[in-house]
Nanobody, 124 residues
Framework: QVQLVESGGGLVQAGGSLRLSCAASGRTFSSYAMGWFRQAPGKEREFVAAITWPGNRRYYADSVQGRFTISSDNAKNTVYLQMNSLKPEDTAVYYC?????????????????WGQGTQVTVSS
């Protein structure tokens, strides 16, 4: 059983920044991918970014590449998503997720465990 607790969402003006955090506990996977999806009202789930363990490979959606940076603090079992140059179209609920493989996240848009979600709102 894996539990994910995420935080860091909020309201920010276009061009501003936010940093999301996702702390994991009870993880038993020897290898995994961890990152974020997002979903806006009436829209389908969208992959945002992920990082793998133990390879520490980073993956980004085209829409956020160059603006968002995912990183990890393995000692704290925590992954961070630094979001810069935010745009109104980034507005969504952001869900932290863990999956056994990166392909499950990027291609199937699925996670094995999910956080509770945190709202990110970007105003014009």
């Amino acid at each position: 059983q894996v539990q994910l607790v995420e935080s860091g969402g909020g309201l920010v003006q276009a061009g501003g920044s936010l940093r999301l955090s996702c702390a994991a506990s009870g993880r038993t996977f020897s290898s995994y991918a961890m990152g974020w999806f997002r979903q806006a009202p009436g829209k389908e789930r969208e992959f945002v970014a992920a990082i793998t363990w133990p390879g520490n490979r980073r993956y980004y959606a085209d829409s956020v590449q160059g603006r968002f940076t995912i990183s990890s603090d393995n000692a704290k079992n925590t992954v961070y998503l630094q979001m810069n140059s935010l745009k109104p179209e980034d507005t969504a609920v952001y869900y932290c997720a863990v999956s056994r493989t990166i392909l499950t996240m990027t291609q199937e848009l699925r996670g094995d465990y999910w956080g509770q979600g945190t709202q990110v709102t970007v105003s014009s």
